[in-house]
């Protein structure tokens, strides 16, 4: 499994930013597996955004729940974020990435997942 995500250019605070992640090598339908949207800012660990399951239901950090957005386009085999006014400390690498078996682990802990993107730098800045 293979996921490859996009970068937004440049993105100014109060602005909308919109990301994807393109996984190949199996259908992100795929029953069990859960697919995550991670960031790290500079010198900070890494955050759990938020995740989409196989089945299309979708979970939220309570801190980011109402900025953040979590989509997905079956047919395209690609999950998407958006996440509302952007501020300089979303500044971060954004990372997707993926595990099999989500109900049987802590979704929310980074080290959880299997699968991840490279990753794609986010500035927010004037």
């Known amino acids: 499994v293979l996921l490859h995500e996009s970068w937004p250019g440049l993105v100014k605070p109060s602005q909308t930013l919109s990301l994807s992640c393109t996984v190949s090598?199996?259908?992100?339908?795929?029953?069990?597996?859960?697919w995550a949207w991670i960031r790290q800012p500079p010198v900070k660990e890494l955050e759990w955004m938020g995740a989409?399951?196989?089945?299309?239901?979708?979970y939220y950090s309570p801190s980011l729940k109402s900025r953040t957005t979590i989509s997905r386009d079956s047919a395209k085999n690609t999950m998407y974020l958006e996440m509302n006014s952007q501020k300089p400390e979303d500044t971060a690498v954004y990372y997707c990435?993926?595990?099999?078996?989500?109900?049987?682990?802590?979704?929310?802990?980074?080290?959880?997942?299997?699968?991840w993107g490279k990753g794609t730098q986010v500035t927010v800045t004037s």
């Open positions: 090598g199996g259908p992100i339908t795929t029953y069990s597996y859960y």
């Open positions: 990435a993926g595990v099999y078996g989500g109900y049987t682990i802590p979704l929310t802990d980074p080290s959880s997942y299997y699968y």
């Open positions: 989409i399951a196989y089945s299309g239901s979708t």
